[in-house]
């Protein structure tokens, strides 16, 4: 039974740090490219970050690049997204993604349509 299970969500000040880690059962985890995304109500869910199977490859959404850090212990089968200074935009569910990617350790997915495999997220809330 494949199931991804993210956690370290919670409430912090604008300004603060946070990690989220979403661990992956089920799935043979170094093949697998992973990426988080976040929705709030009445939003269509946003891409945040993206990490190759090796993590030799990473990209992030502007909003967040240079405040946000995504890796990966593929020998604990987790990802993990490492949060600072952050902000009440910040605010939101996030979920964890996992797409298949056996072929290729530098490939990425920006899109929410690429994964297969979907964790039900950790609520983010940041206070101003």
């Known amino acids: 039974q494949v199931q991804l299970a993210e956690s370290g969500g919670g409430l912090v000040q604008a300004g603060g740090t946070m990690r989220l880690s979403c661990v992956v059962s089920?799935?043979?985890?170094?093949?697998?490219?992973m990426a988080w995304f976040r929705q709030t109500p009445n939003q269509e869910r946003e891409f945040v970050a993206a990490?190759?199977?090796?993590?030799?490859?990473?990209n992030y959404t502007h909003s967040v690049k240079d405040r946000f850090i995504i890796s990966r212990d593929n020998n604990r089968a987790t990802l993990y997204l490492q949060m600072n200074s952050l902000k009440p935009e910040d605010t939101s569910v996030y979920y964890c993604a996992a797409a298949r990617s056996e072929f290729s350790s530098t490939r990425i997915y920006l899109n929410e349509n690429e994964y297969q495999y979907w964790g039900l997220g950790t609520q983010v809330t940041v206070s101003s």
């Open positions: 990490i190759s199977n090796l993590a030799r490859t990473t």
């Open positions: 089920g799935l043979y985890f170094r093949t697998m490219a």
